[in-house]
């Protein structure tokens, strides 16, 4: 089966750290996935980040009910983390995030390598549908993260 693979990359005026610590803290997926997916971090807080950490989720695809199981593969704060499937709708999803710190802020770098189940039938699913909701899912990533860390540090205002 072929492997969908999605790319992402953006900067925020926010120093690595910063940036590397939004991302660190698990229930901040809530706030940057769309709502039509009824995301919930399911684990209790706190969540201790590093290899191995484990992490459940609840969330709905086409309104159908999936609990979903990462561990974090690799860590190295303030450079990148990865996640993995452990269960959930995929047979194998990978997400690496990657943090550069460049002038005028931080690139993050988002990569997901994934496959979906069923065999041919899978393989078209994810044509027609799946390699689309996953774009949608980190094209609206983009716009909460710019939201939420697009501002200058002095302008944190709601309105602002």
């Given at each position: 089966m072929a492997e969908g693979i999605v790319h992402r990359e953006q900067l925020v005026p926010l120093p690595v750290d910063e940036t590397f610590a939004f991302f660190a803290d698990a229930f901040n997926l809530e706030a940057i996935t769309p709502s039509w997916l009824c995301f919930r971090v399911l684990t209790p807080?706190?969540?201790?980040?590093?290899?191995?950490?484990?992490i459940d989720y609840r969330l709905a695809l086409h309104r159908v009910p999936v609990r979903w199981r990462t561990r974090i593969a690799?860590?190295?704060p303030g450079k990148r983390f990865v996640d993995v499937q452990l269960s959930g709708p995929f047979t194998a999803w990978e997400h690496t995030h990657t943090f550069t710190p460049t002038e005028g802020g931080t690139l993050i770098?988002?990569?997901?390598?994934?496959?979906?189940?069923?065999?041919?039938?899978?393989?078209?699913a994810r044509r027609i549908?799946?390699?689309?909701?996953?774009?949608?899912?980190?094209?609206?990533?983009?716009?909460?993260?710019?939201?939420?860390?697009?501002?200058?540090?002095?302008?944190?205002?709601?309105?602002?």
């Open positions: 807080a706190p969540i201790v980040m590093g290899v191995g950490a484990l690799a860590w190295e770098r988002d990569v997901v390598r994934y496959r979906v189940p069923f065999g041919p039938l899978g393989e078209i549908l799946v390699r689309r909701d996953v774009e949608r899912i980190f094209d609206h990533r983009v716009v909460a993260v710019e939201r939420l860390l697009g501002r200058a540090p002095n302008d944190r205002s709601p309105a602002g």
